[in-house]
């Protein structure tokens, strides 16, 4: 198994826009077809303004062949061209899992989560 952490740095005072846009539009696209979001975060000490995403693929060619669907479907296509724009640098990075590792299941429905770091944002 690889774990890809995507960083997303967002403008001052913008998460909550970034969040709330990606939880009802982008999320449930790449759920679909990359299918092991292992945790969404924001960060709350050190580089601030950032979400990260942790999505798991059983190998590198796994990945690549879910991303590559993704960049091609027309939904998330949509997404791209109409998603607010906040995100001031996107970053990438893989690791492999080693063998100390746990083998536990990820979490569900982490989409309900996602939300809900949203309304706490929103002040709600």
Request: charged share 25%; hydrophobic share 30%; aromatic share 10%.
């Amino acid at each position: 198994m690889i774990v890809e952490m995507r960083t997303y740095t967002i403008q001052i005072g913008k998460m909550g826009q970034f969040l709330e846009y990606y939880a009802t539009q982008g999320l449930p696209v790449q759920e679909r077809i990359l299918g092991n979001l292992l945790g969404y975060f924001t960060s709350d000490v050190g580089e601030l303004n950032q979400a990260l995403q942790f999505w798991g693929y059983e190998n590198y060619g796994d990945r690549e062949s879910r991303r590559a669907k993704l960049a091609q479907d027309p939904e998330w296509l949509n997404y791209l061209k109409t998603s607010p724009p906040v995100i001031l640098k996107t970053a990438s990075c893989s690791r492999r899992r080693f063998r100390l590792s746990s083998n536990r299941p990820p979490r569900k429905r982490l989409s309900r989560r996602v939300i809900s770091e949203i309304n706490k944002l929103k002040g709600g």
